[in-house]
């Protein structure tokens, strides 16, 4: 009697455990199905804000089917921990810098290689052309879709002892860069000595005088207070620092592909959205830095390209995933590298 009891109560606690398993099948169902996305970003940078308006955008689009909760500064870990978490499933979305995702995928350092792009436009019609797809593409080797590219902006330099206005300009300063062989390359060749340095160090390193300059964005010059250590801000747009939302690719593919569409088309968005919030908040940056006495300089880019073209010629293994897409004889999409082998 006891042993049937006792039979009694499992099964009826198996029954309970299956109805309570349908129950939240069917309340995820009718919630919609949850999407994690981490990034390392504070409130201050307009990253994060193109994420939370990212996962608003999505909940709208697919009708409350999917929502995205956002894991901002570092919460989930550092960018590359961020990156592994997304090949392996273990989140589904990340939003990293190019330079993080470098590390996983070797093409993306074409875009720290010294002054290839024009200007913003120019920079439009790479990432948003075949070269950009191309190179989003090249993450389904890592289990990743590449979904967009974001913008955080051209990088500059800074520093307190002088205006850059030339290659001169460059001679004997110690200016801070990002852990880059291309980065090193380019200010060496510049006259510079570069200096590796983690960006938390930077303003007490600007500040000690233990470096005189740094690389910098406009908006991240004025965002971390620079301008309270340094005095001269030239604008070398020597190279491109970009974002890039990625999603882990197996999950995306059991997607319906209607529900791929509205992932794509709304990371389109997001992407215009970030530039144009970035370069309208540059310009209103440069004239409030004037303002507090910052020394805005027009330095000569063309000398400075110039001097730097030896670099081409040193990362051809850059080339490889976007060769098809150049032609020396007509027109060339990146004319510093495009005849370069």
């Not at 990432?127 to 090249?138: F, R």
């Amino acid at each position: 009697m006891g042993v049937k009891m006792k039979i009694n109560r499992v099964s009826k606690f198996k029954i309970f455990l299956m109805v309570l398993l349908l129950i939240l099948i069917n309340l995820q169902n009718s919630w919609g199905t949850l999407l994690r996305l981490g990034h390392t970003y504070p409130k201050d940078y307009p990253t994060y804000n193109s994420a939370f308006k990212y996962a608003e955008m999505i909940k709208k689009e697919t009708n409350g089917k999917y929502e995205i909760k956002l894991y901002p500064g570092g919460q989930l870990g550092s960018g590359r921990t961020l990156v592994k978490s997304v090949r392996s499933g273990i989140i589904e979305m990340c939003i990293v810098s190019s330079s993080t995702a470098e590390y996983f995928l070797k093409e993306l350092a074409l875009l720290k290689l010294p002054f290839i792009f024009k200007n913003y436009k120019h920079v439009d019609s790479i990432l948003d052309g075949d070269i950009g797809l191309s190179l989003l593409n090249l993450f389904k080797n890592q289990n990743i879709k590449g979904l967009t590219f974001l913008e955080q902006g051209f990088l500059q330099i800074s520093n307190a002892k002088r205006a850059i206005k030339n290659v001169n300009d460059l001679k004997g300063l110690t200016i801070r860069v990002y852990p880059s062989k291309i980065q090193e390359d380019t200010f060496r060749i510049l006259g510079a000595s570069p200096v590796i340095m983690p960006f938390a160090e930077v303003y007490t390193a600007l500040q000690q005088g233990v470096v005189d300059g740094d690389i910098v964005t406009i908006n991240s010059f004025k965002n971390r207070k620079f301008y309270e250590v340094q005095k001269y801000l030239s604008l070398t747009k020597h190279s491109y620092r970009a974002d890039i939302l990625l999603f882990n690719n197996d999950i995306f593919n059991k997607l319906s592909n209607d529900y791929q569409v509205i992932f794509q088309k709304v990371a389109k968005e997001i992407s215009i959205y970030q530039r144009d919030f970035v370069r309208e908040k540059e310009r209103k940056t440069i004239k409030s830095l004037k303002k507090l006495g910052i020394m805005i300089i027009e330095p000569d880019r063309e000398a400075m390209k110039k001097m730097v073209e030896p670099i081409y010629n040193r990362y051809p293994m850059l080339y490889e995933s976007i060769r098809d897409y150049w032609d020396c004889e007509n027109k060339c999409p990146l004319p510093p590298i495009c005849c370069y082998n």
